[in-house]
């Protein structure tokens, strides 16, 4: 069992930058991947990144490739996205999410991930 817990999000302007944390606790997430994923009101929950268990792969969305950067610390538990370059686009609330299945693989497909998030809100300002 894992839990996460979400930190980091606010209002900013267009341009800003934020970073987002997700924290674990119940275990150690240095065997997992972990992901980002964001759910704009009426929109269905899409992918932003993910990071498989050792911190050696990651993949992202195409709207937030050389924007976003997610990260990891196994040492603390910890995921972050670091989002730079905020577009109004990129409101949404955003969800922190584990998988153990295929921890080598930072996958995409949000059904493989078995823990959530809370989430937090980010809304970029025009």
């Known amino acids: 069992q894992v839990q996460l817990v979400e930190s980091g999000g606010g209002l900013v302007q267009a341009g800003d930058s934020l970073r987002l944390s997700c924290a674990a606790s119940g275990r150690t997430i240095s065997s997992i991947a972990m992901g980002w994923f964001r759910q704009a009101p009426g929109k269905e929950r899409e992918f932003v990144a993910a990071i498989n268990w050792s911190g050696g792969s990651t993949n992202y969305a195409d709207s937030v490739k050389g924007r976003f950067t997610i990260s990891r610390d196994n040492a603390k538990d910890t995921v972050y996205l670091q989002m730079n370059s905020l577009k109004p686009e990129d409101t949404a609330v955003y969800y922190c999410?584990?998988?153990?299945?295929?921890?080598?693989?930072?996958?995409?497909?949000?059904?493989?991930?078995?823990?959530w998030g809370q989430g937090t809100q980010v809304t970029v300002s025009s």
């Open positions: 999410a584990a998988k153990f299945r295929r921890a080598w693989y930072a996958g995409d497909d949000l059904s493989e991930y078995e823990y």
